[in-house]
T-cell receptor, first 114, second 116 residues
Framework: AQSVTQLGSHVSVSEGALVLLRCNYS??????LFWYVQYPNQGLQLLLK??????LVKGINGFEAEFKKSETSFHLTKPSAHMSDAAEYFC????????????FGAGTTVTVRA | DGGITQSPKYLFRKEGQNVTLSCEQN?????MYWYRQDPGQGLRLIYY???????QKGDIAEGYSVSREKKESFPLTVTSAQKNPTAFYLC???????????????FGQGTRLTVV
C-alpha cells in the first residue's frame, strides 16, 4: 500500500521568506510523486512531479522539490514567498502496484504575511 | 481548450434525494476519477474508471454510484444512502496506467454539494 504524510496542516510565512512544505511517503515499490496547489473553491493544479531521473524537480511559480529515497521524502520549497502563494498544497503518490491511482496527503494551508 | 468540466459548481439538495454530478473531459483520457474533499482530510477516492464500461470502487464508495458509458463522461450519483453527503467533489482524469508519463491527473473545478 502507498500513503503520504504531510507534516503541518498550516504554515505561515512572511512575504519574501522561504516556503518549506514537508511530505513523506510510504511505498514498497518505486513511487511517482506530485505536488498540487488548490485555491479556494477551485480544482487542483499540478505544481510539479517526480517520475524518474533527476531527483531535483522544478515546477511552476518558482517551486521545486527534491526526491530523497533514503529519507522517503519529497519536500516542496520556494526561496521567496509571494502573496499569491497563499493556497492549500497537496502532496500525492502513485505507483504501478496500485493501478496508478493517486493517494493524497491531508494538505497544508499556506498563509503569507505582508 | 482541452480540459475537464464539472457542473454545476454549487448544488443544493434536500436530505433523502439522489443527486447526479456531471463530469466531462475532452482530453481523450482513458482514466477518470471521483474524489471527495472534506476540510483537513485531503482527497479521498470514491470511484475510478480506467476504460469505458468498467469502473472500480475507491476507498469510500458506499452511498455513491457511477457509470462510464462514454469515454468523455463519468457522472457521479450521490444516493440517499450516503450518510454525510455535504462536501466538495472533484473529478479528475489521466491518460491511465502504462508508464510514468501517464500518471499525471488533471482536475475539474469541483462541485460543492450541500444537503439540507
Amino acid at each position: 500500500a502507498q500513503s503520504v504524510t504531510q507534516l503541518g496542516s498550516h504554515v505561515s510565512v512572511s512575504e519574501g521568506a522561504l516556503v518549506l512544505l514537508r511530505c513523506n511517503y510510504s511505498s514498497s515499490v518505486p513511487p511517482y510523486l506530485f505536488w498540487y496547489v488548490q485555491y479556494p473553491n477551485q480544482g487542483l493544479q499540478l505544481l510539479l512531479k517526480y517520475t524518474t531521473g533527476a531527483t531535483l524537480v522544478k515546477g511552476i511559480n518558482g517551486f521545486e522539490a527534491e526526491f530523497k529515497k533514503s529519507e522517503t521524502s519529497f519536500h516542496l520549497t520556494k526561496p521567496s514567498a509571494h502573496m499569491s502563494d497563499a493556497a492549500e498544497y497537496f502532496c500525492a503518490v502513485t505507483t504501478s502496484s496500485n493501478d496508478y491511482k493517486l493517494s493524497f496527503g491531508a494538505g497544508t494551508t499556506v498563509t503569507v504575511r505582508a | 481548450d482541452g480540459g475537464i468540466t464539472q457542473s454545476p459548481k454549487y448544488l443544493f439538495r434536500k436530505e433523502g434525494q439522489n443527486v447526479t454530478l456531471s463530469c466531462e473531459q475532452n482530453l481523450n483520457h482513458d482514466a477518470m476519477y471521483w474524489y471527495r474533499q472534506d476540510p483537513g482530510q485531503g482527497l479521498r477516492l470514491i470511484y475510478y474508471s480506467q476504460i469505458v464500461n468498467d469502473f472500480q470502487k475507491g476507498d469510500i464508495a458506499e452511498g455513491y454510484s457511477v457509470s462510464r458509458e462514454k469515454k468523455e463522461s463519468f457522472p457521479l450519483t450521490v444516493t440517499s444512502a450516503q450518510k454525510n453527503p455535504t462536501a466538495f467533489y472533484l473529478c479528475a482524469s489521466s491518460m491511465g496506467s502504462g508508464g510514468a508519463g501517464n500518471t499525471e491527473a488533471f482536475f475539474g473545478q469541483g462541485t460543492r454539494l450541500t444537503v439540507v
